[in-house]
């Protein structure tokens, strides 16, 4: 009996024994798990505040990135600031230099019996002489003179043959159009195929380092939306028609091929130049559209237009956005051997804060003014022939505010 009660103690004990190991190891499992689940929490909580610090460091710095490419742009630097010209009366002075020994040469072979390509334009001289031009179409990017002389355009680049004249598709346009040239990101050289008429649905938007060259083809960019230029460099338009230009907008527009985006509504201008830099445009014929003919604004600068002829239109060229935006003071621009022809009625152009060199340009029967400027100016006028209209109330040349007349 004794021993029985003595193996009931013993396994009594035992079982207490067990019983308090599982309660030990449940408390201990217990503390361990609310241990991790404290801890796990806490780095939740550490990380949460980490992503959040960390979002919205990343948020700040996109936001003042993207604030500070704004205001770059809209104040003209540094991409504009690079393109100015430290003194710009020497590029003047080299640009009369030309004009004169290209005028000698003409004069001097001519005497002697020679028969002689030159025109007394520098720029036609220097490629047109070669019979072969078009053999060495690039040859035209070393012709620039002036302030826009050291536009390349697609020089560097390979050429771009545009085939197909439509403009279906604005946000994936289809290879062989031009849209679909000038938003490439690689340098080109865009030349046309055939004669064809080219009616924009929206804004043309070119990119960087391209020339448009219609030489040996008749080319009309007509009836639609026409070309912008806009915070973009290097960009030569040569040999186009460019008329009837119409008001777009209110939609998406390809202007990369990784970007497209949402377009406000244009003036329709022909060309429209905006936060530019190092841009010629030669050798067009332009007209008849719903705003200007040639537009640069927003500290564009290092600009030639040349040999372009200007007809029906009212206010032809602008050149600087208004007389409060004093960063307009970084344009500097040559006007040079273009006719402004029948029925233009002023701005031949309009000038505002920046320097402009007007040289050689042939005016015919302007209709109210053709030369204006207002916030002081620059304007270098040398070598125009006027040819005043019969209006004895449209008579003056210029019609300029407070300004500085070279």
């Known amino acids: 009996m004794a021993s029985s009660s003595q193996k009931l103690i013993s396994v009594c004990f035992a079982v207490l024994v067990i019983l308090a190991l599982t309660v030990m190891i449940f408390r201990n499992s217990e503390i361990s798990l609310s241990r991790k689940l404290k801890t796990e929490v806490l780095l939740s909580s550490n990380s949460s505040t980490m992503a959040a ?6 948020e700040e710095f996109q936001s003042l990135n993207s604030s ?16 100015v010209a430290a003194d710009p ?28 390509c030159g025109t007394g334009n520098p720029i036609d001289d220097c490629w047109r002489c070669d019979r072969n031009w078009h053999k060495n179409r690039k040859r035209l990017a070393d012709c620039g ?13 390979r050429f771009y043959v545009v085939t197909d004249p439509t403009d279906e598709d604005v946000v994936n346009p289809k290879p062989g159009t031009l849209r679909h040239a000038v938003i490439q990101e690689e340098p080109l050289w865009i030349v ?12 043309l938007i070119m990119n960087s ?30 040999g186009l028609h460019i008329h009837d230009c119409k008001p777009t907008g209110n939609a998406m527009v390809r202007s990369s091929p ?49 040999n372009n002829h200007f007809t029906h239109h009212n206010e032809v060229m602008l050149l600087g956005h208004s007389d409060s935006y004093t960063k307009d003071k970084l344009m500097q621009v040559t006007i040079a051997y273009n006719h402004f ?60 505010k407070p300004f500085v007349f070279a």
């Open 89 to 116: 009366d020497m590029v003047a002075d080299e640009v009369a230099k030309l004009v004169q020994m290209s005028e000698q040469n003409r004069t001097a072979r001519r005497k002697l019996g020679f028969f002689s």
């Open 68 to 83: 500070t490419m704004a205001a770059t742009r809209l104040d003209g630097e540094p991409q504009q600031q690079h393109a």
């Open 145 to 157: 003179i002036g302030f826009g002389r050291n536009a390349i355009g697609g020089r560097d680049g």
């Open 53 to 58: 610090t960390r979002k919205l460091k990343t």
């Open 258 to 306: 990784s970007h497209f985006g949402w377009r406000t509504m244009a003036d329709g201008d022909a060309v429209s130049i905006f936060g530019s830099s190092h841009i010629w445009i030669d050798h067009n014929s332009l007209s008849h559209c719903a705003d200007g003919l040639v537009d640069a604004v927003m500290g564009s600068t290092a600009i030639t237009v040349s």
């Open 192 to 203: 046309f195929k055939r004669d064809m008429v080219i009616e924009l649905k929206q804004e």
């Open 341 to 400: 022809g029948e029925g233009l009625v002023q701005r031949m152009p309009r000038c505002r804060h920046g320097y402009f060199h007007v040289v050689n340009n042939d005016y015919t029967h302007w209709e109210m003014y053709a030369i204006g400027g207002s916030a002081e100016p620059t304007i270098n006028s040398q070598g125009n022939r006027y040819a005043a209209p019969m209006d004895r109330f449209a008579k003056e040349v210029q019609f300029l």
């Open 209 to 238: 380092f391209k020339t448009i060259d219609g030489r040996g083809s008749n080319v009309h960019i007509a009836n639609g939306a026409c070309i912008t230029i806009q915070f973009i460099t290097n960009v030569i338009i040569h």
